[in-house]
């Protein structure tokens, strides 16, 4: 259960759910490459390539910042390339690099829904292409994209969820009626995740996507949902980072092609305390603010594994 000596290749490493994954694997000691636009200071978005390699390496592990805009292939080609210079090779691959914008079409300029697309699925592709001669050599190779679960795509949903705590549209159609460029361009990750792990998994290179149950408070969230700051109750990335280090850390020839909810995941391997995640200390369950296209069944399975260990222990932390 350990990335120590594995290199991670991550894009949108700069801050956020990017750096915190990467930082989480410096502590095992592994080596990063910070893939990412930013080199200089912003007063909006925080974070450089820079400083997030430098807290990598100040967390055990070894690091370097590359500058590359994932819709370039050109970039994203140079970007591995120095990785592998630097590294010797490519063990793991995180799509984690995602473009924002929470609007209807008439508000949606086409450059706009350009620049998702661009980024999102048709980013997720390149740096997986780019990357499959390295992980094809790599022991425990994996892939894993930041995208949402499919599974509600696979039913009419037009019901509302109640599973304890969780309340939560089951009809995903609503955020693709709020934001359907969004929406079109993010899916467009996870079909990425169902292709390829079902074209990888011969050769045992693993494919998957995780989600976050929660909003997570980042500097693009509250860019992106300026309007929400007020109401929003988040959790902070490190939760999505020690889901990661989970998946990242599975047999690939047999943990392939799931979508995973991070917080299902980490009470499944028996992780208790989730009060430790809170953006906002003393944050009920109950008031956390739940992250866009959740899946119906994962949160069944989750309301009722939270009951199984309320029952165990007597209360849910």
Same mark, same amino acid.
């Given at each position: 259960?350990?990335?120590?000596?594995?290199?991670?290749?991550?894009?949108?490493?700069?801050?956020?759910?990017?750096?915190?994954?990467?930082?989480?694997?410096?502590?095992?000691?592994?080596?990063?490459?910070?893939?990412?636009?930013?080199?200089?200071?912003?007063?909006?978005?925080?974070?450089?390539?820079?400083?997030?390699?430098?807290?990598?390496?100040?967390?055990?592990?070894?690091?370097?910042?590359?500058?590359?805009?994932?819709?370039?292939?050109?970039?994203?080609?140079?970007?591995?390339?120095?990785?592998?210079?630097?590294?010797?090779?490519?063990?793991?691959?995180?799509?984690?690099?995602?473009?924002?914008?929470?609007?209807?079409?008439?508000?949606?300029?086409?450059?706009?829904?350009?620049?998702?697309?661009?980024?999102?699925?048709?980013?997720?592709?390149?740096?997986?292409?780019?990357?499959?001669?390295?992980?094809?050599?790599?022991?425990?190779?994996?892939?894993?994209?930041?995208?949402?679960?499919?599974?509600?795509?696979?039913?009419?949903?037009?019901?509302?969820?109640?599973?304890?705590?969780?309340?939560?549209?089951?009809?995903?159609?609503?955020?693709?009626?709020?934001?359907? /460029?969004?929406?079109? #361009?993010?899916? +467009?990750?996870? @079909?990425?995740? $169902?292709? *390829?792990?079902?074209? &990888?998994? !011969?050769?045992?290179?693993?494919?998957?996507?995780?989600?976050?149950?929660?909003?997570?408070?980042?500097?693009?969230?509250?860019?992106?949902?300026?309007?929400?700051?007020?109401?929003?109750?988040?959790?902070?990335?490190?939760?999505?980072?020690?889901?990661?280090?989970?998946?990242?850390?599975?047999?690939?020839?047999?943990?392939?092609?799931?979508?995973?909810?991070?917080?299902?995941?980490?009470?499944?391997?028996?992780?208790?305390?989730? /009060?430790?995640?809170? #953006?906002?200390? +003393?944050?009920? @369950?109950?008031? $956390?603010? *739940?992250?866009?296209? &959740?899946? !119906?069944?994962?949160?069944?399975?989750?309301?009722?594994?939270?009951?199984?260990?309320?029952?165990?222990?007597?209360?849910?932390?």
């Amino acid at each position: 259960m350990s990335l120590r000596g594995k290199v991670l290749f991550i894009t949108g490493a700069s801050r956020g759910i990017g750096k915190a994954i990467a930082v989480r694997a410096g502590r095992d000691g592994a080596s990063v490459a910070i893939v990412a636009k930013t080199t200089e200071a912003n007063k909006r978005l925080e974070g450089t390539i820079f400083s997030a390699a430098a807290e990598v390496e100040q967390a055990g592990g070894r690091a370097v910042g590359i500058q590359c805009d994932i819709r370039s292939e050109e970039q994203v080609q140079r970007a591995m390339d120095q990785t592998v210079r630097a590294f010797g090779g490519v063990d793991i691959v995180v799509n984690n690099a995602s473009a924002i914008h929470l609007a209807g079409t008439a508000e949606t300029e086409v450059k706009r829904f350009d620049l998702m697309h661009s980024v999102n699925g048709r980013g997720a592709w390149v740096v997986a292409k780019a990357a499959l001669e390295h992980l094809q050599r790599a022991a425990n190779p994996h892939i894993l994209n930041i995208s949402p679960p499919l599974g509600h795509l696979q039913r009419t949903a037009s019901r509302k969820i109640n599973s304890g705590s969780l309340t939560a549209a089951a009809a995903e159609d609503t955020w693709f009626a709020r934001a359907p /460029a969004y929406a079109m #361009a993010k899916f +467009g990750m996870s @079909l990425c995740v $169902l292709g *390829l792990a079902g074209e &990888l998994q !011969a050769q045992s290179i693993a494919v998957n996507a995780l989600w976050p149950l929660t909003l997570i408070e980042t500097a693009a969230l509250r860019i992106a949902d300026a309007d929400g700051a007020g109401k929003r109750r988040a959790r902070r990335a490190e939760i999505m980072a020690d889901a990661a280090h989970h998946i990242l850390t599975q047999p690939a020839a047999t943990f392939t092609g799931r979508f995973c909810l991070d917080e299902l995941l980490l009470r499944r391997s028996g992780v208790t305390d989730f /009060a430790q995640y809170n #953006a906002t200390p +003393g944050t009920r @369950l109950e008031d $956390l603010s *739940l992250d866009f296209f &959740l899946d !119906a069944a994962q949160l069944d399975e989750l309301a009722a594994l939270r009951r199984q260990q309320k029952e165990e222990q007597g209360t849910v932390p």
